[in-house]
Structure formats: C-alpha cells, structure tokens
C-alpha cells in the first residue's frame, strides 16, 4: 500500500505536474528531444516549426522555388512540407532531411485528405447524414492507408466546425449543425485516420480544425467576423474538440476569425488557457495558411515581428507556408520578447509527434513507391465508397415513384450532372474524376433492360438559349425523368459562400420544361450544402439528396433508385424556406413570444418560421411507426438513470433502417435552454412488419450544460423534456423531475 502511494506521487511529479508532458504518451521519448533540442541551433528548432509548400503545390512546381526548397531542407530550415508531391517527392525530400542534414530530423509531409485520398468517398457532410460512425471511421481509415502509402504522415482534417448557415461554403467539409453528433463523427474519423497506434505505418496524424469559432462568421461570408458569447462556445463549438482530444488528435489548426475581437491564430485566452491549460491539449497546435501575417490585416498587429511573437505567445507551434518564423523569431529571442523556452516548448511537441509516428525508426515508413498503385483505388476501397455514398444519400420526398418501378422502360437523364464525372466534390486530395462513375454509366450497369437517354444540357452560367425543344422531346419520350442538377463542385469548400442558395444558372428552367411535359420526375440533387428548393418539393415526385457522392457516386445512386438499397440518411444541416431564415437550426432558443396567431409573435410575415426540412429529417422506401414513449420513472437523481423506450415498427413493404433520434429539453435554468438537444441515437434495421423496442439510457451527465453565470457546467433540478421520433420536427413527449439532494 506505502510502496503503491509512492509510485503514485513519483508519476505525478515526474509526468502529472509538468504540463509540458503528453498524457497518454507520458515521457516516452523525453531522453531522445531533450537530446535533440539541446544540439538544435535555434536557426534549426524555427526550422521545425515551419511548414512550407511543396512540389505538389500550384505555387512551386518544378522551377526555382523546388530548388530553393531542397536547399532550404537540406540546411535544416523546413519541419513539415504541405503537399509535397508524388511518392517520389516524398522519399526524396525525405532522404535529403534525414541523410543530408545536420542532425537527421525527418519532415512531415502534409496534405488536407478530408473525404478520401485517391479512393474519394462523400463529402462529409453526407457522411454525418448516415449517423453511422463505423462507417466513417472505415472511410477514413481507407483514406489514411492511401495517403500513407503515397508517403503523407500528418492530415489536415478533420474539420470539425459546427455551422448554421449553409451559405457558408465550408458546411461541406463538417458534420452539419448539430454539436452531439458532431463529436461523434470527429471521434470516428480521428480513429480512423489515426488508428489505435501512430507507429503503425498505416495511420496519419489527424488536425482538428479550425479552432474556434470559424463555422459561425457573420453572413456566411468566409473568414468574416465571429461574434458569439461563452455559451455559444461552450455548447455548441467546443464539444467536438473535446472529443478530438479525448481522441488523442495530434493536432489542431487555428481559425481566420475572431472570436472576442481577437484573431484566435494568436488568442492566448482560447489558445493558451482554454486549449493547453484547461483542455490539456499537448500536441502541435498549427496556423492556418498563412494567417499569422494576417494578424496585421486585422488590426492586431503592427508588423511581422509583433504578429510573430503574438503567434509563439499564444503557444502556436508551426507556422502554415508563410516565413514569418523563419524571419523574426532569432531577432526576438535576441532581443529579449520571447523566451526561447517558448521555442523549446513548441519544438519538444513536434519532435514528441515525429517520434510517435516511428519517423525516427524508418523515416519512410509506408511509402515504398510502386506500392501505391496496388493499394489505392482497390476493388475493397471502391465498395467502400460506394457503401458510404448508399448511406449517406438522403430521400427528401416520394410519393411512391421509387425505387423505379419494373415498368419503366425509358428513362431520361436530363441536367448537368446527368453523364457528370465530375461528382467528387472539392477537397478531393488526389481524386481523379477519371475514375469517377457518372449517373448515366450507373444507370446503364444498374438497369440492362432499360433505355437510358440523357442530355447533358447547360452550362450552369450560361444564359445562351437552352435546347428547349430537345429538353421537352426527351422529357415526352420517356417513361420517368430523372433531373441531374445542383451546384458545380467549385460553389463549395473554402472561398464559396453564397448568398442565394437556389440551384444555380438556368437550372431551374430546365426543370419547368421538363416538368410541362407531365412525366413522373425525381429530382437527383449534387451540391455541397443545405439550398432552397421548396419549389421542387412542389412540383417533383421524389427528391433523392445525393451531395457529391466521390468515385462511386454513380453505382451507389443507381442502386439507390433501384432499391437495392433503401435510403437511410437523415440531414444533419436544416433546409431553409428562404435564405432571409438563416442561421435556421433545430436547437434554437425560445422567444418570449413564441410564433401564434397573434401579430406581435416571434414569425415572418412572409412565410412560416419551420424549415423546408428539419435537421434528422430522411424518408425510406419503407415506413415507420412510433409508439408513445415509455420511462421506468418520472424522477431522477445525480447518480441515478432513466431509461425511455419506444416500440418502432416497419409498416412498409420494404426492408429498411431507422435512425430513431432521442431530444431533451431542460424546461428552466440559470440561463435559458434550447427548445430541444439531440442527446442520444440509435440505427436500427427492421424488416416489414418487424418492430423492436429501442431504449435510450437517460442521465445526470446528459442533462449538464455549460453556463456563464456559474463560469462552469452546470446540473440543475427541474422539468425535462425527453423526445423521441423520426426526425427534429415529429416527436413523442414524456417528462421526468431532476433532483439533486
Ligand atoms: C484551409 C485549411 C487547409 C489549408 C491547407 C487553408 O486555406 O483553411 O483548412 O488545411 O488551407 O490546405
């Protein structure tokens, strides 16, 4: 017992106290960086700490600047290379940093693999459609063997920006508006990519981006201000860094925004306190592209220097392709602004990493050239993408037109998308369309016996005259009509806010020629964000949301109409009446005068405030009904637990899955509460005529909250609401006391 307490109190002053010690990796490569750090001039630890472009990138090619960059490695000036080109390029660089340097340091070779590498899977907006994290964790295991056998060890991704307003372009790279489900989906995909153990050379080290705060900028407009109360952080954008740490992330990336007026690349209150302190997040924390320089651009900082010191003050270790580092840091060291302990600090964490991935024991790792081609894009890595795009695909609306009937014998693919292979959406790292399946080439595989005809018609942006004679000989001549349109891939992702979010172009004439000549029409939909498409929900028969489904978007489509697969996703992102609704989400709060008949409630007078379609919202081929919701008890405790069940039956003809959804709402606090918090989901399968009783656990831990009165989380007694249903919108009620003695 003696012996037991004092190894105790050892680990705690040897690893526990010093906050400079990774918790799960506690200690293990101490010896070897302190070593390390002790040889490195400061000209090599800044070195480390700054991550520059590569071959791969537009901006250095093959000239000059790829010389400039091999000499710039070779004496130890370059930590990490971002895109660095093709296999070859890695093991290049890779032999100049450990064979040619003084001290043999091995590079990280970034790259942003955020939905696949070479095998490209759904954007992951569509993936947290699914509410199937093994399914993503799968995804993004493929993606990391990929990328790691083309020589990358260090992601940028994750993006785990929460965001409630689709005319943000980046809501394609995140998992929609929702912060429980959110974490979920950042815990699968850091499992994925990271494995249970860097060293194996299959993993990558995952960045949990963009810290914090990014997917609320004002307008929708990138980069823009951000403005929002602890609350708001607490609640909604901090929880899925939490669950990125708890996941032991190697890394997190800053945001461009401001959060409290201050640019958080240099937030020492978000950085420093919040993220090492009291999050105790001891991996690399990285900048954006570039946004240390734009320190001064914000009015934060007068120079380079100050934007530098700001930088390392707020503990941001590597500097993304700008040289600010490289020229400032010695200077301030020199003159006394920065401690070079701030510099030793930074460099111990990423040689920590570098150790972790093995890189020091075989710099090379995976990335045996000629390797790569047996691995990426295999049978194995397609079907996987091709299951991912099956489940992540959203039905919107049927009124019995699918899955297509025997009877059909002509279909029409008309609109840009319909022979597209163009469907993998941006921030498809080395996805080729070439290997993409288009709509037409999976219809034909998936339908022999039918005639498919397709149009390819327009441009999304050019107002020459439509075809609209063939467009309506096509429509007349066939059995149903399948209407491919949406958002071309480069309305999406980074630098691709919208602010009309209407099927762009002459789209949606295409669809009223069409839908004059009277034929049944489903509206296949590719795009990267929630639009406002209430006029299809009025005049189409069925709406089948497919995003930017990746590689096989075509063969997962087809099987999809085809009904060998029944559709099970839910979205993730409200879909807006208007964009004059956003920011439109389920967990918002209550007014003081909730909308009603009378004039001066809380509504617009032009439409009505529900959405288009609620968050969770997603139809089957097969239908679904609740029972009311049962509890063991209507009183609970802290240390206590309810559990809620409802009976669910397939009352359709088709073998399908449920996402059934479990809300709460906490009736009186010390702050108010949102109208409801998804807390809980379960995936079910059921075949017709099956029903199965579904339970949800219900606990103190659910109910707590983060308030800024207290300045902490919060448990209080009092009337909850728990919910459950198909969707946001369509729940069953019961409520239950909380007591805390
Ligand atoms: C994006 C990051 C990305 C980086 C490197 C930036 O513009 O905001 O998310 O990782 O570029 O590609």
């Known amino acids: 017992m003696r012996l037991a307490f004092w190894i105790v109190i050892l680990c705690w002053i040897l690893f526990g106290c010093n906050p400079e010690v990774n918790r799960k990796s506690v200690g293990s490569y101490n010896h070897q960086i302190d070593s390390l750090i002790q040889e490195m001039t400061l000209y090599e630890k800044v070195g480390q700490m700054y991550q520059c472009l590569g071959r791969g990138h537009a901006r250095v090619g093959d000239g000059q600047k790829a010389r400039d960059l091999i000499e710039l490695v070779k004496a130890g000036g370059v930590g990490s290379i971002l895109v660095p080109g093709e296999v070859d390029d890695v093991e290049e660089m890779q032999r100049f940093a450990v064979e040619e340097t003084r001290l043999g340091v091995p590079l990280f070779f970034n790259y942003d693999v955020i939905h696949g590498f070479k095998t490209i899977f759904p954007i992951p907006l569509a993936m947290s459609c699914s509410w199937d994290t093994a399914m993503v964790r799968q995804s993004h295991a493929v993606a990391a063997l990929e990328a790691a056998s083309a020589g990358i060890s260090y992601n940028h991704g994750p993006m785990l920006d929460v965001s409630r307003d689709p005319r943000w372009g980046r809501v394609m790279e995140g998992n929609g508006e929702d912060p429980y489900l959110s974490s979920l989906m950042t815990r699968a995909a850091i499992q994925g990519f990271q494995g249970n153990n860097l060293k194996d050379p299959a993993t990558i080290i995952a960045c949990a981006k963009h810290f914090i705060g990014y997917g609320a900028v004002e307008g929708g407009r990138d980069y823009n201000t951000v403005d929002f109360g602890n609350e708001t952080l607490y609640n909604i954008h901090l929880p899925p860094f939490i669950a990125a740490i708890e996941e032991n992330v190697g890394s997190v990336m800053t945001s461009f925004n401001v959060v409290e007026s201050v640019p958080t690349v240099a937030h020492q209150k978000l950085l420093k306190n919040l993220l090492r302190n009291d999050l105790a997040f001891d991996g690399i924390v990285i900048s954006d592209f570039g946004s240390v320089g734009e320190l001064i651009k914000h009015g934060y900082a007068m120079d380079n220097s100050q934007a530098t010191s700001q930088a390392i003050s707020a503990t941001v270790d590597i500097e993304m392709q700008s040289r600010n580092y490289h020229q400032h840091i010695k200077q301030l060291v020199e003159k006394g602004v920065i401690d070079e302990v701030l510099i030793d600090s930074a460099v111990r964490r990423i040689l920590q990493k570098k150790f972790e991935l093995g890189l020091f024991d075989n710099p090379y790792r995976f990335s045996t050239p000629g390797k790569i081609q047996n691995i990426t894009l295999s049978h194995s890595h397609r079907k996987k993408a091709k299951e991912s795009a099956m489940r992540s695909m959203v039905l919107l609306k049927n009124n019995g037109l699918l899955p297509i009937k025997e009877e059909v014998k002509k279909i029409a693919v008309i609109g840009p998308f319909a022979n597209s292979k163009d469907i993998l959406g941006r921030w498809s790292a080395k996805g080729d369309t070439i290997y993409a399946v288009s709509l037409v080439d999976g219809l034909k595989d998936q339908f022999p016996g039918c005639e498919i005809n397709f149009l390819d018609v327009g441009d999304f942006w050019d107002d020459k005259q439509l075809p609209e004679n063939r467009i309506k000989r096509l429509a007349n001549s066939a059995d149903l009509v399948l209407l491919a349109l949406g958002e071309p891939k480069e309305m999406s992702a980074e630098a691709a806010s919208r602010a009309n979010l209407t099927i762009p172009g002459n789209q949606d004439r295409i669809a009223e020629i069409v839908q004059q000549a009277g034929k049944p029409i489903a509206l296949v939909l590719f795009n990267g964000r929630p639009l406002t498409i209430g006029w299809y929900q009025d005049h189409v028969d069925a709406i089948l949301e497919v995003w930017y489904p990746g590689t096989e978007g075509g063969n997962a489509i087809a099987q999809v109409l085809a009904g060998e697969y029944n559709p099970s996703g839910k979205l993730t992102m409200t879909f807006p009446r208007a964009v004059g609704q956003i920011p439109i989400y389920y967990n918002h709060y209550n007014t003081g005068r909730p909308a009603s008949s009378s004039s001066y409630s809380s509504k617009y007078i032009d439409i009505t405030n529900g959405p288009l379609y609620p968050f969770g919202f997603g139809?089957?081929?097969?239908?679904?009904?609740?029972?009311?919701?049962?509890?063991?008890?209507?009183?609970?405790?802290?240390?206590?637990?309810?559990?809620?069940?409802?009976?669910?039956?397939?009352?359709?003809?088709?073998?399908?899955?449920?996402?059934?959804q479990l809300y709460i709402r906490d009736h009186v606090g010390e702050i108010v509460r949102p109208v409801k918090e998804l807390k809980g989901f379960r995936k079910v399968s059921l075949n017709p005529s099956e029903s199965k009783e579904i339970s949800f656990k219900i606990n103190s831990e659910m109910l707590k909250y983060w308030s800024p009165v207290s300045k902490d989380y919060v448990l209080e007694s009092g009337t909850f609401s728990v919910m459950i249903g198909p969707n946001s919108s369509q729940l069953a009620n019961q409520t239950f006391e909380l007591t805390l003695k």
């Open 619 to 660: 139809l089957s081929y097969s239908s679904f009904e609740y029972s009311d919701i049962s509890l063991t008890k209507n009183e609970l405790n802290s240390s206590d637990e309810i559990t809620a069940t409802v009976n669910v039956m397939n009352t359709g003809d088709y073998v399908g899955e449920e996402v059934v």
